[in-house]
């Protein structure tokens, strides 16, 4: 048997608290197992979109690359039409400026591994391509230093 109710209880309050407790969990609260893509990841960089030099290691500028970052995703424009579409970034403060990982995947044309720094308007990165085969391997290494795009 249960007691009867306090004439100061009030319903509806008690109603909106606990819907209120499933909706911040259900959205992603802290403590919360929500699905990686039921709730939007935002990073340090996000936002920021860099036109971009780049060239192979060693050598001259051969090349133009946008590099966006957008949704907790990284993206390089140069690279899309090889494959290589946006990826999971990681970005972590060191001082005045944020350093970047990402590893980009395409079906045909292998993984990049990207590394980078931003600071202020300034990107800073490098990217090491590597393709294998059963019969032969590519490993190179490439550079990028650009600008904000405004």
Request: proline share 5%; aromatic share 12%.
């Amino acid at each position: 048997m249960s007691a009867p109710l306090s004439p100061n209880f009030n319903l509806s309050a008690a109603v909106a608290i606990a819907l209120i407790s499933v909706t911040a969990v259900g959205a992603g609260a802290v403590g919360a197992a929500a699905s990686p893509s039921a709730v939007p990841t935002i990073s340090l960089l996000d936002g920021k979109t860099f036109v971009a030099q780049s060239g192979e290691k060693g050598k001259q500028a051969s090349n133009k690359d946008t590099i966006a970052f957008r949704y907790g995703r990284f993206l390089s424009e140069g690279c899309s039409p090889y494959g290589f579409g946006d990826a999971p970034y990681q970005a972590t403060v060191d001082g005045a400026a944020v350093r970047f990982h990402a590893e980009t995947h395409s079906p045909t044309h292998g993984t990049m591994i990207w590394d980078g720094i931003v600071k202020d308007d300034a990107i800073e990165a490098t990217s090491i391509w590597n393709r294998e085969r059963w019969y032969w391997k590519i490993k190179r290494e490439y550079w990028y230093r650009g600008q904000r795009k405004k």
